[in-house]
């Protein structure tokens, strides 16, 4: 129910594949999903990473009929709170994520959401945090640490307490949102935004996106020392002499990720 292709050029798709079910995951498909994540995070051939549901819906979501075979009382987490690859797959990536979202994506389906560097959705995306309808928290952490950053607060909390709907163009108009595009075209613009980011050195990229997630959760001080050495790092890197020589030359560049 997990499927992947990676294109010649480094774009990689990543398919919730169970529309049967709309694409509700399962312990074992939660364990293939982050496991996949992790190798294409580890692939140097990967520039650029899309996750999308089929069947016209991203995940609805934990199964409960799965779930509902460990009893919650003797019921696990998932990992230790050091394992953050665990409960936050996508930002731990250390390529671009971005989402392409088509219908319901609730619950789990809207924390992998959250993970999302970029989020292009359909005009029938609907985004749900309905975990206090089940007497749960946001179930990766990302419900309660990523989207009140992503939305403010109160905007958060509002969602999180009610369990309501965040329809697609409510979250293009508060920027959850990133692009807003017909069903049909989903696709096409989630690629079209891929190829954007080919233009940049996959080093850079890497090193960008570990910047600002990281520095979410650290002082100035702290966010500077890594800043200092990225920048130290990148002055003497095989992409950044390309990039300089490209511009001098006038031709695109030809950057290999060192």
């Known amino acids: 129910h997990i499927k992947y292709e990676l294109a010649s050029d480094g ?7 169970r529309p049967e079910k709309r694409n509700a995951m399962t312990y074992a498909m939660l364990a293939a999903f982050t496991g996949k994540v992790a190798e294409i995070g580890a692939d140097e051939r990967v520039r650029v990473l899309i996750v999308t549901g089929s069947g016209g819906t991203f995940c609805a979501g934990t199964d409960l009929a799965d779930l509902a075979t460990v009893p919650g009382e003797t019921r696990g987490v998932r990992g ?14 250390p390529v671009p994520v971005i989402g392409a979202i088509d219908g319901f994506a609730v619950g789990m389906g809207a924390e992998f959401t959250s993970q999302c560097d970029v989020r292009i959705v359909s ?11 089940r007497g749960l928290v946001p179930d990766t952490g990302a419900g309660s640490w990523i989207l009140p950053r992503l939305l403010g607060h109160s905007r958060a909390l509002r969602l999180l307490y009610s369990g309501a709907f965040l329809e697609a163009a ?9 692009a807003l595009v017909e069903p049909e075209k989903l696709a096409e613009a989630a690629r079209e935004e891929a190829e ?3 233009q940049s050195s996959p080093m850079s990229l890497r090193k960008m996106k570990s910047l600002v997630w990281h520095g979410l959760e650290r002082t100035v001080a702290e966010h500077m020392v890594d800043h200092v ?17 490209s511009f001098l030359e006038r031709r695109p560049a030809k950057f290999i990720g060192r």
């Open 11 to 17: 774009v990689a798709t990543l398919t919730i594949d």
């Open 80 to 93: 230790t709170h050091e394992e953050v690859n665990k409960w936050w797959p996508l930002v731990q990536c």
């Open 123 to 133: 005009t029938r995306a609907r985004f749900a945090w309905n975990f206090a309808h």
């Open 170 to 178: 409510e979250a293009r108009d508060i920027g959850y949102a990133n």
């Open 196 to 198: 954007r980011y080919l």
């Open 229 to 245: 050495q990225a920048m130290s790092d990148c002055f003497k890197s095989a992409d950044h002499k390309e990039g300089v020589a």
